[in-house]
């Protein structure tokens, strides 16, 4: 069996969540968020991160985190993130365009993680310069770019840093039930409680068509957004349709029962790959996504064996491959075999 490990989203909809929308969509409801099912989403939000929050619905990853910056940050400002963050590398100019021209400046740490002493160096530096932008915000990405996740301690290192000199946080929660259950914490261990303001809380990589939520626990922060969010063109007049799929995603724990099968074919994947001579492990995986250096040839040898991964686009024989809650574990273990199949083919 042949499967594909090129990211998350390749994969579809839960059918719950099929399920969800078609339920939602039978008869009329009151447009722009003004539904029932809008209001459950909020209540639902409330009770898995144990406080009252604000929610905002959008349908793109990068509107979640660039309106949510887009709260934080004067124009003038300087928005402190990872330099391989989504935010600086995947997100084109959004959030310039979404923050009416803030400066994003990346910050260095291993494994795409903050280092909390390079983060606490650039907030200090020419603080009141009129020549220089401002500080105003940071984001954190959880899980990061190359499969790590901050432990809490790391979190609040960030936090801890950002907090002192006043400014909020955000976190890109792109794979949040990923890092979640990495962690073993609660969702509000791992956002207010660690000194995260607003999290974009992602859903559609682990199983809904198109649905993020915005989840703001600062309440200060949630004052304007509803009107950035209809500027910025997210405001969709049938969101019962978004509200309905965050429903099913957070009802019988969906979104736990999916990424637990997103991150158990990865530590399957990474446990296999671990014991293939001429492999290396760059990043630990924690959640459902491995960055690993294949030897000569061998990245070649498994697309042709029918197997689909990101590589080539970074350093020689890097490969990127993630898991989702569709990874079947047949499909992991073949895809170990081959690599060992290589692997012995070529006497390594
Ligand atoms: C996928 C992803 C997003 C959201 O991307 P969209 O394509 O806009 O939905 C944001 N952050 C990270 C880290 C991601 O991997």
Known sequence: MKVAFTSDNIAGASESVWQAMMEASQGDAMPYGSDEYTTQVTRMLSELFECEVDVFMVSTGTAANVLSISAMTPVWGSVLCHKESHLLCDESTAPEFYTGGARFVGIGGADAKMDPALLERVINQKVGDVHSCQPSAVSISQVTEVGSVYSLEEIHAVTGVAKAAGLPVHMDGARFANALLALGCTPAQMTWKAGVDIVSFGATKNGTMSAEAIVVF???????????????????????????????????????????QANAMMALMQAGLQTVPGITINTPAQANMLFCTLPEGMADYLLAEGFAFYTGRWEKGVVRLVTSFRTPKEGVEAFVESARQFAQQQGL
Request: aromatic residues 6%; glycine residues 4%; without cysteine.
């Open 218 to 260: 600062n309440k200060a922060l949630a004052k304007d957004l509803a009107f950035r969010r209809k500027r910025g063109g997210h405001l969709l007049s049938k969101m019962r349709l978004l509200s309905s799929q965050m429903i099913a995603y957070l009802t019988d724990e969906l979104w736990r029962t999916n990424a637990e």
